[in-house]
């Protein structure tokens, strides 16, 4: 995920899976605890990439090279709301 489109295509991808695991789940394919494990998975790394498209951005808009924002640990992101 190196530039915003490779970001998005990301986001694109991670959502329609929690869209998929949310029908399996109301069709009873997968049970609540697998369902949960991994929509926790995608909401952090959800968190992740808007976090770096907002790294991106304010590099971007403050004439820094967007291309040098990292993805930052899952501790960081997620503890932003804390």
């Known amino acids: 995920m190196s530039d915003d489109k490779g970001i998005f295509s990301r986001i694109d991808a991670l959502v329609a ?14 049970d609540n605890t ?7 998975a995608l909401e952090v790394e959800l ?12 590099k971007r808009e403050f004439g820094e090279n967007p291309d040098d924002a ?5 501790d960081t992101v997620e503890g932003y709301l804390n």
């Open 47 to 58: 968190d992740q990439c808007w976090d770096l498209l907002r790294q991106r951005r304010a």
């Open 34 to 40: 697998d369902e949960q494990s991994r929509l926790k």
């Open 70 to 74: 990292q993805a930052r640990s899952t």
């Open 17 to 30: 899976e929690e869209h998929e695991l949310r029908t399996k789940h109301a069709a009873g394919q997968i």
